[in-house]
C-alpha cells in the first residue's frame, strides 16, 4: 500500500472523518453538529430534535432550487458521498432540510422519499451484514452498538494492525453499493456479499470491472466516480485492505459510484 493512502486512511479510522452538517426544520429553527462519518444520519436527527413516531420526515439537499431527496437509512459519511459526487465540492456547513411526511407521491423505487418514523436502521443493516458473513444471526441480541464501538476504539489504538493478514468469516464480506446518477440527483443502493475465497487480494479495480464493466469500463478512471468513506483508493486497492480500515460501524463496506460520465 502507499504511504498516501495510509494517511488517508488512518486520518478516517482515528476518527478525523468527521462533517459539519447544519438540520433545518420547517419552523425555522436549526441545529449545527460535528457529524462522525461513521455516525447514522438518524442519530442526529433524533439528538436534534424528538422524533414523534406518528410523523414521518423526509430529508433533502437545497441543489439551485431543486429538492434532493436524501436516504436517511445510512451513515452520514455516505450521505456526504452522495452529495459530494452529485454537487462537487461542498460549502460547508451541509444545510439538509427536515420536512414533515405530507403524504408525498413516490415512485417505489425512490426509496430517498421513504418517510422516516423513528427506529434503528442501524440494527437492519448490521443484521443483513452478520447474516452475510456468518451465514446466522447467532449472538446478535448481545453484541450492541456501543460493543461495536468499543471494539472499533480497540482496533483504532494498535497501532500494529495490520488489515490483510485479518481473518473474514470464511473470505466473505459484505458491501453495500450505492450507485449514483448526476444528471437526475438520485441514487440506489443494494447490499451484496463478497467472497473472496478465491481470490483474497481482489483490488477495487478488478471488483468493480469486473462487477460494473458497461457502467466503468476498465479504462475509466476511478477518480471522482468512486467513493469509500470520503476518497478515491487506488485501483490496487485490496478489498479486503477497505474492508478492514474503511467499514462503518454497521458491519458494512459502503461504496459510492458514479456511473455516469464525468465532463
Given at each position: 500500500?502507499?504511504?498516501?493512502?495510509?494517511?488517508?486512511?488512518?486520518?478516517?479510522?482515528?476518527?478525523?472523518?468527521?462533517?459539519?452538517?447544519?438540520?433545518?426544520?420547517?419552523?425555522?429553527?436549526?441545529?449545527?453538529?460535528?457529524?462522525?462519518?461513521?455516525?447514522?444520519?438518524?442519530?442526529?436527527?433524533?439528538?436534534?430534535?424528538?422524533?414523534?413516531s406518528d410523523i414521518g420526515y423526509v430529508l433533502w439537499y437545497d441543489l439551485n432550487g431543486?429538492?434532493?431527496?436524501?436516504?436517511?437509512?445510512?451513515?452520514?459519511?455516505?450521505?456526504?458521498?452522495?452529495?459530494?459526487?452529485?454537487?462537487?465540492?461542498?460549502?460547508?456547513?451541509?444545510?439538509?432540510?427536515v420536512e414533515k411526511y405530507t403524504d408525498v407521491k413516490y415512485a417505489d423505487k425512490d426509496k430517498a422519499k421513504l418517510p422516516y418514523f423513528g427506529g434503528s436502521p442501524y440494527s437492519e443493516n448490521n443484521k443483513q451484514a452478520i447474516f452475510i458473513k456468518k451465514g446466522n444471526l447467532n449472538g446478535l441480541s448481545q453484541r450492541t452498538y456501543n460493543d461495536r464501538r468499543r471494539e472499533e476504539e480497540?482496533?483504532?489504538?494498535?497501532?500494529?494492525?495490520?488489515?490483510?493478514?485479518?481473518?473474514?468469516?470464511?473470505?466473505?464480506?459484505?458491501?453495500?453499493?450505492?450507485m449514483i446518477s448526476k444528471s437526475e440527483a438520485c441514487s440506489s443502493y443494494s447490499i451484496k456479499k463478497l467472497d473472496l475465497t478465491t481470490d483474497p487480494q481482489l483490488t477495487l479495480r478488478q471488483y468493480i470491472s469486473k462487477t460494473y464493466s458497461k457502467l466503468l469500463p476498465e479504462t475509466t478512471s476511478l477518480k471522482g466516480r468512486v467513493l469509500v468513506q470520503g476518497i478515491t483508493p487506488p485501483d490496487d486497492t485490496p478489498m479486503i485492505y477497505l474492508y478492514h480500515l474503511l467499514q462503518h460501524t454497521d458491519e458494512l463496506l459502503h461504496i459510492s459510484v458514479l456511473w455516469e460520465s464525468v465532463s
Amino acid at each position: 500500500m502507499s504511504s498516501g493512502l495510509d494517511n488517508e486512511i488512518i486520518n478516517v479510522v482515528k476518527n478525523k472523518g468527521v462533517v459539519r452538517i447544519k438540520l433545518v426544520w420547517e419552523d425555522g429553527t436549526s441545529r449545527e453538529r460535528h457529524v462522525s462519518r461513521r455516525n447514522y444520519f438518524v442519530n442526529e436527527l433524533e439528538m436534534t430534535k424528538a422524533v414523534q413516531s406518528d410523523i414521518g420526515y423526509v430529508l433533502w439537499y437545497d441543489l439551485n432550487g431543486k429538492k434532493v431527496y436524501l436516504h436517511w437509512q445510512f451513515p452520514a459519511g455516505v450521505t456526504v458521498d452522495f452529495l459530494t459526487l452529485v454537487v462537487g465540492e461542498l460549502t460547508y456547513p451541509i444545510v439538509i432540510n427536515v420536512e414533515k411526511y405530507t403524504d408525498v407521491k413516490y415512485a417505489d423505487k425512490d426509496k430517498a422519499k421513504l418517510p422516516y418514523f423513528g427506529g434503528s436502521p442501524y440494527s437492519e443493516n448490521n443484521k443483513q451484514a452478520i447474516f452475510i458473513k456468518k451465514g446466522n444471526l447467532n449472538g446478535l441480541s448481545q453484541r450492541t452498538y456501543n460493543d461495536r464501538r468499543r471494539e472499533e476504539e480497540s482496533e483504532r489504538n494498535d497501532e500494529t494492525r495490520r488489515p490483510d493478514v485479518q481473518p473474514v468469516y470464511m473470505g466473505v464480506i459484505p458491501l453495500a453499493v450505492h450507485m449514483i446518477s448526476k444528471s437526475e440527483a438520485c441514487s440506489s443502493y443494494s447490499i451484496k456479499k463478497l467472497d473472496l475465497t478465491t481470490d483474497p487480494q481482489l483490488t477495487l479495480r478488478q471488483y468493480i470491472s469486473k462487477t460494473y464493466s458497461k457502467l466503468l469500463p476498465e479504462t475509466t478512471s476511478l477518480k471522482g466516480r468512486v467513493l469509500v468513506q470520503g476518497i478515491t483508493p487506488p485501483d490496487d486497492t485490496p478489498m479486503i485492505y477497505l474492508y478492514h480500515l474503511l467499514q462503518h460501524t454497521d458491519e458494512l463496506l459502503h461504496i459510492s459510484v458514479l456511473w455516469e460520465s464525468v465532463s
